[in-house]
């Protein structure tokens, strides 16, 4: 409990005010329609926590582990109270009370079998060998791919590879698979999480890697951020994100893309945007392509809206992650736009079932599977 204790003034000044700003669009208290999902409700059962009126137990798990750590409640309230709930959520897993059962098994199958999907890990390190970047020695640049994109979205890879070759980016592949730690991290596991970002700051050491390339939003927040506080030390490497990187490819005229002519609209992921600060990259990618035309969402950059998949929900609730993607779904499909765009295979995987779930016709895509195909 001591590493709540910091946060006790921000709950106080919570309780005694009555704004609830932080219940707009929060995702979970859109979906879940009580007060005690949104930020107020959890920064209240902190309060009571700290002043001994309540216990860490399973009815407290279930409401703090319902959110998806989008970072939303910071933006609308102006304390940082996602930080606040990521805690209370490392605390009830230290202290042993059983999560609800989605969030525990990212958890345990991470603890087993290297990553969250419990995909025999050599399955995972075998398609990284297959690759011919992984037979390199020197490169400028090490790609890490994330376990969605190895065991769910490989498509997603394809897209990539095909855009960096073109490119003629120098790069090269890693030949171990090892999970980032991020989904262990957001659901409170720190010691694996920890210990995942221990063996890939090993991986790249070993391999004499300076600059980091990642396209999925949720190891970019890990590595380029998570890991400084996990590791307790200064940056090592560079990590670069594919938006930044793709959109300095197009400004130095190295991708050759054809013309599209079709309205689309951008979803910032939460993990890219609010938490990392990147949402005009994205954007650039997607104007410079003839025959775009860009338009917004009415909740966009660090007002977007969050997808649903984050923070272990999709895994603890399912068909609440898939209803939050469908509304994000519809809110793309008001700008009139024909495609929806996003810059992560985790909230591509959520959208697109989202779409599914309401039959919606949108197509979405990934900012590189779009170029892709275009190139
Ligand atoms: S916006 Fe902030 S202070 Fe206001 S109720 Fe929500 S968490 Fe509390
Ligand atoms: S981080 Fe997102 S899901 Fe969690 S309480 Fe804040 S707004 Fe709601």
């Known amino acids: 409990m001591d590493r709540l204790e910091k946060y006790?003034?921000?709950?106080?000044?919570?309780?005694?005010?009555?704004?609830?700003?932080?219940?707009?669009?929060?995702?979970?208290?859109?979906?879940?329609?009580?007060?005690?999902?949104?930020?107020?409700?959890?920064?209240?059962?902190?309060?009571?926590?700290?002043?001994?009126?309540?216990?860490?137990?399973?009815?407290?798990?279930?409401?703090?582990?319902?959110?998806?750590s989008c970072g939303l409640c910071d933006v609308a309230c102006g304390y940082n109270q996602s930080e606040a709930i990521h805690e209370m959520k490392t605390v009830l897993y230290d202290q042993g009370v059983a999560l609800p059962e989605g969030y525990?098994?990212?958890?345990?199958?991470?603890?087993?079998t290297g990553n969250p999907y419990s995909v025999d890990a050599n399955e995972g390190t075998a398609f990284l060998q297959s690759l011919p970047e992984s037979k390199l020695s020197v490169a400028d640049y090490t790609l890490f791919l994330g376990c969605t994109q190895i065991y769910r979205e490989k498509d997603e890879i394809d897209s990539l590879l095909k855009i960096l070759r073109a490119a003629g980016v120098s790069f090269r592949i890693p030949t171990d698979q090892i999970c980032c730690g991020s989904p262990t991290y957001r659901v409170g596991d720190e010691a694996q999480a920890?210990?995942?970002?221990?063996?890939?700051?090993?991986?790249?050491?070993?391999?004499?890697?300076?600059?980091?390339?990642?396209?999925?939003?949720?190891?970019?927040?890990?590595?380029?951020?998570?890991?400084?506080?996990l590791l307790n030390n200064d940056p090592k490497f560079k990590i670069v994100h594919s938006m930044e990187f793709l959109q300095e490819l197009i400004q130095e005229g190295k991708l050759e893309i054809r013309r599209l002519e079709a309205a689309i609209t951008?979803?910032?992921?939460?993990?890219?945007?609010?938490?990392?600060?990147?949402?005009?990259?994205?954007?650039?990618?997607?104007?410079?392509?003839?025959?775009?035309?860009?338009?917004?969402?009415?909740?966009?950059?660090?007002?977007?809206?969050?997808?649903?998949?984050?923070?272990?929900?999709?895994?603890?609730?399912?068909?609440?992650?898939?209803?939050?993607?469908?509304n994000r779904v519809q809110e793309a499909e008001a700008t009139g736009a024909s495609i929806l765009v996003t810059a992560c295979p985790f909230c591509l995987r959520n959208l697109r079932d989202g779409a599914q779930s309401i039959n919606s016709q949108m197509k979405i895509e990934s900012v590189e599977s779009l170029l892709a195909e275009l190139i």
């Not at 525990?104 to 991470?110: G, L, N, Q």
């Not at 070993?206 to 998570?226: K, P, Q, T």
């Not at 910032?268 to 990618?285: F, K």
Request: include cysteine.
């Open 8 to 68: 006790e003034d921000w709950a106080r000044a919570c309780m005694h005010v009555r704004c609830g700003f932080c219940r707009e669009n929060c995702p979970a208290y859109s979906q879940l329609q009580l007060d005690s999902y949104a930020a107020k409700g959890k920064m209240t059962i902190l309060y009571h926590l700290l002043k001994g009126n309540l216990e860490l137990d399973e009815a407290v798990a279930e409401r703090i582990f319902a959110c998806t």
């Open 266 to 326: 951008y979803h910032d992921p939460c993990h890219l945007g609010r938490h990392s600060g990147i949402y005009e990259a994205p954007r650039q990618v997607l104007s410079s392509i003839t025959g775009v035309e860009l338009v917004e969402m009415e909740w966009n950059r660090k007002f977007a809206k969050c997808c649903g998949a984050g923070g272990g929900f999709r895994s603890g609730r399912g068909e609440d992650a898939v209803a939050i993607a469908a």
């Open 104 to 112: 525990m098994k990212i958890s345990t199958k991470t603890r087993e």
């Open 194 to 229: 920890r210990e995942q970002a221990e063996k890939v700051t090993n991986l790249f050491e070993e391999m004499g890697s300076d600059e980091i390339l990642v396209s999925c939003a949720g190891c970019f927040r890990m590595l380029s951020n998570d890991y400084e506080v």
